[in-house]
């Protein structure tokens, strides 16, 4: 039996993730993943046993791996607007190092995959982000709402920014590049908009 190549196991889940965001899940096959690494298919059944099996570890890599960066320097005894703005951080500079990752993480949403990648989150991500909303609640920062509108003001915000940007235009075709500048000036109008 032929042993693991770490280096050609890295390669292997970088280009399926570039080949998702290219072709998408439905267009994404073992044959295109192996002619994109330049192997055989026979060598990616030494890392995963199927299909399922690759997408399904790769999403749970990546998203332990987001949930951790995500939480690097943040505290959740911190306020409101200092422990947003920790996560804004995390989330902006991880999402700019990789930015295939944000098309990938849209393809796991709207697929079967959905529910195995989420779970990676269940760990001391949703501890440390629920320790912290009780916390800011508590001290009568922010007013208790549904999660979903929380998110929907706290973080889309953020994100189709990191989208305009790694498309290279905005909403009706117009020139766009992120800057520190936009980055915090949005930053300040979220947490006006959330705060008491």
């Avoid at 796991?108 to 995959?113: E, H, Q, V």
């Amino acid at each position: 039996m032929r042993t693991r190549d770490i280096d050609k196991e890295q390669l292997v889940k970088q280009k399926a993730i570039e080949c998702i965001v290219k072709d998408g899940m439905e267009g994404f096959s073992m044959n295109k993943l192996a002619k994109a690494c330049k192997i055989s298919v026979a060598t990616l059944y030494i890392y995963y046993k199927d299909r399922d099996d690759l997408i399904i570890s790769i999403a749970r890599e990546e998203g332990l791996r987001m949930a951790k960066i995500m939480l690097e320097d943040f505290d959740e005894n911190a306020s409101f607007e200092d422990g947003l703005r920790v996560q804004w951080k995390n989330r902006y500079k991880h999402m700019m190092e990789n930015p295939h990752l944000g098309v990938f993480f849209d393809q796991l949403r709207s697929s079967s995959y959905h529910a195995q990648f989420m779970e990676t989150f269940k760990t001391n991500f949703e501890t440390a982000i629920g320790n912290f909303m009780h916390n800011v609640h508590e001290r009568g920062e922010v007013n208790e709402m549904p999660f979903e509108a929380f998110w929907s003001v706290a973080y889309a915000p953020l994100y189709s920014l990191i989208r305009f940007h790694n498309e290279g235009y905005s909403v009706g075709g117009k020139p766009f590049a992120m800057s520190d500048k936009i980055l915090w000036a949005t930053f300040n109008l979220v947490v006006k908009a959330l705060k008491n």
